[in-house]
């Protein structure tokens, strides 16, 4: 087998690895090899919806979604890369008085950490908001106008561009079997050997399979989602993301001229679109009765990552070993998390980012999206 002497090695060309690749690059680190098993963005990253939202519930969370917007906001005129921003906002809405209080508790943090746009709304505002909703039975919903979703790819396209530009080398289709600790370094065996200084593991959930023989298991695996493009529906106007936190995570998406639709609960998930297709209209005759008869143009299925808190899986494994592992959320927190560890790797940590509390060995809490721990069956 061919043997590669390298300087780092990231695994995974994901939105994680491609943005630790060109971070580590940024910052002077030498002779970087990605490499990904199929193509780059074709894992995690490609079965998300790609929302970029400011609405969670604790500081370091609305940070690096404040972080995460930024990025997205600015991505084609800092790497000169086209990746559309479309800012249709985001709303989150309950019937239910315990989970209105959450909202409530949710939106004083994101104040508090600077995100001053939330609004919270009456039903009345909801309705006025999507007019397709049935405000009836409503409590209140948190809306974030300047929220919005993005094409994950399209940041994965930059920062391979950019990395590239640094000197960082890219390779697809290089499946890392196992990773071995040896004198003179980190052995990564694929289709040849890589010995390297350093390794950083951000294979999503291929890395669950790389850290077991190094101690770690980590609660995370792919999971399958279905979800669907409608026909075109233009007579709402654009409307912001929208899902419904007490009936099985309903959700509705404006994808260009059309509506991406989903159940994003796992109580349980549709497990195929004829499940999902009846799921969503239940749950639209309650809520939205107009989309019930929505024609649909597209049938998607995705394999995201699933597990633990949702929150990540980031830190040192071993002397010179790192990990980046998302169980959600990955595309708007996935790069300034990734800018924070490279900032770590390097020896220059963030002053301001202390991405501590999600240590790779810690153990997780509980779930913080609302719409898996409220849901209905």
Not at 160 to 178: D, I, M, N, S, Y
Not at 351 to 364: E, F, G, K, M
Request: with cysteine; proline share 6%; net charge negative.
């Amino acid at each position: 087998m061919t043997v590669e002497l390298v300087g780092t090695v990231v695994i995974g060309g994901g939105i994680a690895g491609t943005a630790m690749a060109y971070y580590l690059a940024r910052e002077g680190v030498p002779d970087i090899v990605l490499v990904e098993g199929n193509e780059y963005g074709s894992g995690a990253t490609a079965g998300s919806f790609g929302n970029v939202r400011q609405q969670f519930g604790t500081p370091l969370e609305v940070e690096c979604s404040r972080r995460g917007l930024q990025f997205w906001k600015s991505v084609e005129d800092t790497f000169d890369s086209p990746s559309p921003f479309h800012e249709d906002g985001y709303l989150l809405m309950t019937g239910d008085d315990n989970v209105a209080e959450t909202l409530a508790n949710q939106a004083a943090v994101q104040r508090a950490q600077g995100m001053t746009n939330v609004q919270t709304l009456t039903p009345k505002e909801i309705a006025e908001v999507v007019p397709f909703i049935n405000p009836e039975g409503l409590v209140c919903g948190n809306y974030t106008p300047q929220d919005g979703h993005v094409t994950p790819q399209d940041g994965v396209n930059a920062y391979v561009k950019a990395a590239r530009a640094l000197g960082a080398v890219f390779r697809q289709h290089w499946p890392v079997t196992r990773i071995e600790r040896k004198s003179d370094g980190w052995h990564v065996i694929g289709p040849s050997e890589l010995v390297a200084q350093r390794v950083v593991v951000a294979a999503g959930a291929g890395s669950r399979d790389l850290l077991i023989p190094f101690g770690i298991t980590l609660d995370m695996r792919a999971a399958k989602h279905v979800s669907a493009i409608s026909e075109p529906v233009t007579k709402y106007g654009r409307v912001p993301t929208t899902i419904d936190l007490d009936l099985n995570g309903f959700a509705v998406e404006q994808e260009g001229d059309a509506f991406a639709l989903a159940m994003l609960g796992r109580n349980p998930a549709p497990q195929t679109h004829e499940e999902l297709f009846e799921m969503f209209a239940e749950a639209a005759a309650v809520r939205a009765p107009s989309l019930i008869e929505l024609g649909i143009a597209h049938r998607l299925t995705a394999y995201p990552i699933m597990g633990g808190d949702g929150m990540p899986l980031v830190g040192e494994v071993e002397n010179d070993m790192w990990v980046i592992a998302f169980t959600g959320h990955g595309v708007m927190h996935g790069p300034p998390v990734a800018e924070a560890l490279a900032m770590t790797i390097v020896g220059k940590p963030d002053q301001t980012l202390d991405i501590s509390a999600w240590d790779v060995r810690r153990a997780p809490g509980e779930h913080t999206v609302l719409w898996r721990r409220h849901g209905t069956s």
